[in-house]
Structure formats: C-alpha cells, structure tokens
C-alpha cells in the first residue's frame, strides 16, 4: 500500500515537472530563435518481492517503485523561418549559431532579429554586440535600410563597401551547450568550444520558435489529466489507509 502511495506521488512530481517546461516552451512560443525542452521519464529500480513464512521467503515477483524525470535536454530540430524584409533580419539556414558578446563571455544564439545600437554597432535586441571575425561587427552611420547581408555573413553598404563578416559557428555536441535566459547558449567543456563553420546567412528571414502552440497545448491537456489520476490514486491509498487503521484500532 505504501509502495503504492509512493509510485502515485513520483508520478505526480514527474507530471508537475513537465508542466513546467511546457508552459516555458509555449511562454516562447513567439520568441526568435526559441528550443524546447524534452524530460524523458524514467522508472526507479524494481524491488523483488518475498513472501516470508515461517522463516521461508517465496520470491513473489517485481514491483514498480516509481519514476523520475531525468536530465531534461534541447530538441535542436529545425524551427521554421519567415519572410520579414527587415534587412537585420538574419536567419543561418542550416546548423550553425550567431556569437554575442555577453558581460560574462561570449553566447551562442539562433535568434537573428538585431538592430543597430547607438554606437554603431551591430547588436541583439537586448543590446549584445554581434560577433564577427574581428570583434564586435560595426556599422558606422548606416542606417538599417542602407546595409545588405551576403549569404556567407559579410555586412556591407548598399554602394558595396565592406563593414565586416558575421561569425557562424558551431559545437561538436550541442547537448553540452547550458541554456542561459531563453535563447542563449553558453559552450561548455562536454559540448567542446565553438568552431566557425560556413552556413548560409539569409537576410530579410528570421526563425521563428521550435514551439508548436497546438502541440504544446495538447500535451499540457493530456498531463494535466494524468496528474489528475495519480492524485485520485494518492487518495485512494490514503483513505484505505485511514480504514486499516481504523480497523486495527477496532480489533486490538
């Protein structure tokens, strides 16, 4: 009965532990650049039973003792790009990540909706500088309608005048990468430092997020009935719990 009543309450953990994510992933639903998370469940060890008579244990089977939710990770499929016409509107078609300069280091994001700062200098919407070859690609006095993005990343002026090269790079495995806010990524020592890889820049495109609004919703439905019926289990085993020791009290 025990037993039970710890299997009902993991699964309600492991169903409450998706709901997170998956109100975090359709929160993103319109962010640029957005992944989603996965939370693969897996079971605890199953116990063999005995029973025990008169000093001869019966092996009676296995029994489940719950599940948890192991490490969560990215899904890095392809999010579909749209038609923007904002000439800083970048999408990479294919792998590959945009370098921004953070005040803790270098980040790698998928999000291409950058502006120009102040200053100049090509930035994120939250004011990253963007990377390029040789530090933070500046703009000088253009203005957003004058610049043009070849496909291989290089900024220039619309009379051809070259301002700098965006840095596309990647890593030898992206499962290592440490999410940071929600589409930013920091390169650790299991995903390998960032390489440069030559993937194609299209101007005027932006990708979307990895969300599926209608995806997401029709999962948080059907986990949110499951956590329902493994609430109603830990009620039931609560009560019949509460009869036995009613009963025992009776017949003592």
Known sequence: MV??????????????????L?????ANAATPGYRTE????????????????????TPRGLAGTGAYIERSYTRWDP?????????LDLAIEGDGFFVVQSAAGPRLTRAGNFTIGSDGVLVTQDGLPVLGL???????RVTDGEIAVTQEGAVMTEDGRFLGQILVVDVPDRQGL???????????????GPVRVDARVQQGM??????????????MIAGMRAYQAAQQAVRAHDQMTEALIAQLGRTS
């Open 206 to 219: 932006l990708e979307g997020s990895g969300t599926s609004v209608i995806g997401t919703m029709v999962e």
């Open 178 to 192: 440490v999410r940071e806010g929600s589409n930013l990524f920091r390169y650790t020592a299991e995903s390998g």
């Open 79 to 87: 999010a579909p790009a749209r038609y923007t016409g904002r000439n």
């Open 134 to 140: 040789d530090g933070p690609v500046r703009t000088g």
């Open 38 to 57: 996965v939370a693969p469940v897996a079971a605890f060890p199953e116990m063999l039973i005995h029973r025990e008579l008169r000093t001869v244990r």
């Open 3 to 20: 037993r039970g009543l710890f299997s009902a309450g993991s699964a309600m953990l492991v169903f409450s532990g998706r709901q997170d």
């Open 22 to 26: 998956l109100a975090n992933d359709l």
